[in-house]
């Protein structure tokens, strides 16, 4: 006898940090979502900015069909095409000489943060290890970038966290100028504030970042994670400010859903990542690089980048035009795909009670914080889908200030 699994058996047997939704979709087509009861769902979540060519993409199926009939995985033991191909792609198409390819953006951070601690100190001395970051960033879950993230409550409670750590305010240059000496060994920075709120970073602010790094030998580190890959409009965001890191990290949308992450560095930082100080068995496997050279190709295509801008303007004026009527954002903001609209002080802290809501008209969204309705859709997605997507959100907050 064939088993249907249900929302209960989450509760069942899953370890409970998670609380999903009640449905569970079972199959995705581009943009559309379907779930066991064979309703449709209009997909502006695209899994946390990770499906940047929406579900089962024919050129990424191609790709996994393809590495998955050859070779999968081989371990660090060897190298192998795929990953000498992507890595190749990313060096060429960035400010970086070298790559170290990982599973995650959790996984990236926490080499970069291993790799500037070690820069520091091949080439200054024990001492100068103060990693700055920022109040309400996010970073990943392992316990040195729940440290460096700016989010308490992700790193509270599980003992002794790593030191050396200082937060200062996003888009505040002073406060990190109060902080900033020769001790200081790297900022780490989202060139927009993801998890925290959908936040732009102002360009005076980068810039800054970046000259307080040089008048202090400290390592500029952009955590691209959830903007890179397309996801702001150029392949990279540090693209959009001029602002060139000394390390970057990216996941999320470079793989399009299979598990991938990145560090992309200067050479000469690079250096410090010697034989044996770090790794990861599943790094850099045959078969997500695969998947994410296609994916990146795919991407880094004008077409593919101007369209994403195209859609940015959709997005924006469908927004405005639900909220001339409802008034219940107080602000639409971001870059390329990835959109955030705050909350009126009148539903302060009600973001999530939208997402039910939306499930119900059919459509799938995401919140960054209490405040902020987000969006983070496929990169391709149909401007069709936006244009039915935003009247089942219409219906959505329709009911929502009603319930309200
Ligand atoms: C999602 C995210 C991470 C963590 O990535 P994982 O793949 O979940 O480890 C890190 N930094 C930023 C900016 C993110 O959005």
Redesign the pocket.
Known sequence: MSYTPTRSDFDQYMTPNYSPQQVIPVRGEGSRLWDQKGKEYIDFAGG??VNSLGHCHPVLVNALKEQGDKLWHLSNIYTNEPALKLAKKLVERTFADKVYLCS??????EAALKLARRYAVDHFGEKKDKIISFSQ??????LF?VSV?GQPKYSQGFGPVPGGIMHAEYNDLDSVRALMGDDTCAIMV?PL???GGILPAKPEFLKGLRELCDQHNALLVF?????GVGRCGTLYAYERYGVTPDIL?S??SLGGGF?I?AMLATDNVAKSLAFGTHGSTYGGNALGSAVALAALEFIDTPEVLEGIEKRHELFREQLETINRKHGVFQEIRGMGLLIGAQMTPQYEGRAKDILPLAIEEGLMALVAGPNVLRMAPSLVIPESDIVEGMARLERAIEKFVAQA
Request: hydrophobic share 20%.
């Open positions: 946390i900015a995650s953006g959790g996984e990236a951070n960033s996010f970073h990943g879950r392992t970038t993230g989202e504030q993801g998890e955590d691209e994670v959830q903007t990290t996941a999320k598990p992450g």
